[in-house]
Nanobody
């Protein structure tokens, strides 16, 4: 069983930055693709970014391209989401997800394990 713990959320003004972290409970995290998803109040969860298990491939939602960067540090069993120039409509709960030998898909079904989420609030 893989446990994922997100951190780094908080309150930030529009245009500001946050860096989210996702730490996994297993040493074989380097065999898992990692994805970030978010869910705004009253809306369905949506894909934000993903990175393949090798780390060579990244995938971003069109709305965040050029502003968000996903990365991973396998030595720390961790993945990160650097978010710059945040917008109020990006307020929501951000979830980390992991899928074995994944290529960085935007589909939720590609991920087997999910964290509890971290709240990001962007004020206008």
């Amino acid at each position: 069983q893989v446990q994922l713990v997100e951190s780094g959320g908080g309150l930030v003004q529009a245009g500001g930055s946050l860096r989210l972290s996702c730490v996994a409970s297993i040493s074989s995290f380097n065999t898992y693709a990692t994805g970030w998803f978010r869910q705004a109040p009253g809306k369905e969860r949506e894909f934000v970014a993903a990175i393949s298990w090798i780390g060579a491939n990244t995938n971003y939602a069109d709305s965040v391209k050029g502003r968000f960067t996903i990365s991973r540090d396998n030595a720390k069993n961790a993945a990160y989401l650097q978010m710059n120039d945040l917008k109020p409509e990006e307020t929501g709960v951000y979830y980390c997800a992991a899928g074995r030998y994944g290529l960085g898909s935007e589909r939720e079904s590609s991920y087997n394990y999910w964290g509890q989420g971290t709240q990001v609030t962007v004020s206008s």
